[in-house]
């Protein structure tokens, strides 16, 4: 059993929203690498770098793959390559077809800069905090317990209808991952959603809701 990180639980979150919400102002770059496996290889470098997510699901020999139960990513900072890492080694010849995002993305985690074209969608991380697994649970006789966090996401566009847009999709987003079942979330929901209209300073209107999610993690 390896032993698991709320990091790796929150960049999968991060990655279900860059994979779903579509940029109006088509910042980066679509692409896909096809490589052809060795006898039992499970990592693959991606061509290129900065990249920002990696599809939900890649194929190896034509058959679907689901991060987080059948592969996973370790992103690379800067100009450091991205790798794919299979859970169970490929057959030599098997074609592995693996799409990802680079470059820009309109889905930030926390607030960097402020000079980015807009629509821009930050998710932050607000506080979390742990609860051990109780009689009954489905972590109960297993090394782990839950983490559950609040995040905060904000919208910002200089454009109040488009902005509201982007609001309303990323709200629907997360109602659309209670049943996406992505690896190891428990719960997902959202509330407080707010208005704070047109900010002259940062030249934009913005708009923020709450998610809370609860994962299970386990250790060594």
Not at 144 to 172: C, H, K, P, Q, W
Request: glycine share 6%; with cysteine.
């Amino acid at each position: 059993m390896a032993e698991e990180f709320f990091d790796q639980r929150e960049q999968e979150l991060l990655d279900y929203f860059r994979n779903n919400f579509t940029d109006p102002s088509s910042r980066g770059t679509d692409t896909t690498d096809t490589f052809t496996a060795t006898a039992g290889q499970t990592v693959f470098t991606l061509t290129n770098t900065l990249v920002k997510n990696v599809a939900e699901t890649i194929t190896v020999d034509g058959a679907t793959m689901r991060k987080g139960y059948d592969y996973s990513v370790a992103y690379g900072s800067g100009n450091t390559s991205t790798t794919v890492t299979l859970e169970v080694g490929a057959t030599v010849g098997d074609a592995v077809v693996i799409a990802y995002h680079y470059g820009s993305s309109a889905v930030e985690r926390e607030f960097s800069r402020t000079d980015v074209i807009l629509p821009r969608v930050v998710m932050m991380f607000i506080t979390g905090t742990e609860r051990m697994a109780g009689l009954g649970d489905a972590m109960e006789g297993s090394k782990g317990s839950y983490f559950i966090a609040s995040y905060r996401i904000e919208v910002r566009d200089r454009y109040a209808s488009r902005a509201r847009r982007s609001l309303s999709t990323m709200f629907n987003l997360v109602r659309k991952l209670r049943h996406e079942n992505l690896f190891r979330m428990i719960m997902c929901r959202a509330s407080d959603v707010q208005n704070f209209d047109y900010d002259r300073e940062k030249e934009a209107y913005i708009w923020q809701f709450t998610i809370d999610v609860q994962w299970d993690l386990l250790f060594e």
